[in-house]
């Protein structure tokens, strides 16, 4: 809230600087969402390796990274999944 009232502040301080119509039609910019983090906490200890044997589209590779990384396509997201019970989407 208060990053947007800084922006509105600022905004709007030059809108009050500039005389001109293309400066009143910044404060028409709409904002588009393009990116979400979802942190969700089961509580629980998982076994990856079952999991990623019974879903579609799973990576897991502890080597590389501790984590089962399940890719959705429709919505199109990925979770990362943690033994600890932890999910990251």
Do not use: W
């Amino acid at each position: 809230l208060k990053c947007k009232q800084i922006y509105i502040y600022s905004m709007e301080k030059k809108i009050n600087n500039k005389k001109s119509n293309e400066s009143r039609s910044i404060l028409n910019i709409k904002p588009k969402i393009t990116n979400m983090v979802c942190t969700v906490d089961l509580g629980c200890i998982l076994d990856l390796r079952k999991i990623a044997l019974k879903t579609k589209n799973s990576e897991y590779n502890p080597k590389r990274f501790h984590a089962l990384i399940i890719r959705l396509r429709n919505p199109k997201t990925t979770a990362m999944i943690f033994k600890s019970g932890k999910l990251v989407t």
